[in-house]
């Protein structure tokens, strides 16, 4: 109930993330993608759109979420990036019933497009929902190679580069092809 990155928000992340030191954990997840099984309305990394086209990347969220985390809960032993989400696989069983569900209410991506993810519109001064390319299609490996050299160079900066990892936050499986487009990332 409070504005998406607010100080109030970061106040409750912080409590949030002090309640769960005392579990031991020290799990983190950063979703690179909207709308997921997680909850999460916005992707922590923007992509910024640049007048040519392209995109540039603003890691100023999920640098003061990893900030955070480390003051509260200590060095992360596994930094999880969520890259896929069950709305990126084709309409069949249970789970697309559910899923469904969320896409009529105006929440979660649409069946069978790309990822959904945050973009920044420096000029506007304004974040809007954008759909990028199926991992599938050729263009994607221009559009996440070099986020993902930037995550590991900004990861291997904090001394994690070896807690980083891909995840999703669903028991629904990418398709064979998706899997192998992160393995080539």
């Known amino acids: 109930g409070v504005p998406l990155w607010s100080q109030r928000h970061w106040d409750l992340i912080t409590a949030s993330f002090r309640l769960i030191r005392e579990s031991g954990s020290r799990v983190v997840y950063v979703p690179l993608i909207c709308e997921t099984n997680f909850g999460n309305e916005e992707s922590m990394v923007r992509w910024v759109k640049r007048p040519d086209g392209t995109y540039g990347h ?20 596994l930094v999880v990036f969520c890259v896929w989400d069950v709305y990126m696989s084709e ?50 490996e221009s559009l996440w190679k070099p986020l993902f050299d930037q ?35």
Request: glycine share 8%; net charge neutral.
């Open 91 to 140: 309409k069949s069983g249970r789970a697309s019933e559910w899923h469904a569900l969320r896409e009529q209410s105006g929440r979660g991506g649409i069946y069978e497009q790309g990822p959904v993810v945050t973009a920044w519109d420096p000029v506007e001064k304004k974040t809007e929902r954008t759909v990028l390319p199926r991992y599938t299609q050729p263009e994607s």
């Open 58 to 77: 603003d890691f100023s969220i999920m640098e003061r979420y990893l900030d955070i985390a480390e003051k509260e809960l200590g060095k992360p032993l």
């Open 151 to 185: 995550l590991r160079t900004r990861l291997a900066g904090r001394g994690l580069l070896d807690a980083m990892a891909l995840g999703m936050i669903t028991d629904v499986w990418p398709a064979k092809a998706d899997v192998e487009f992160f393995a080539k990332m």
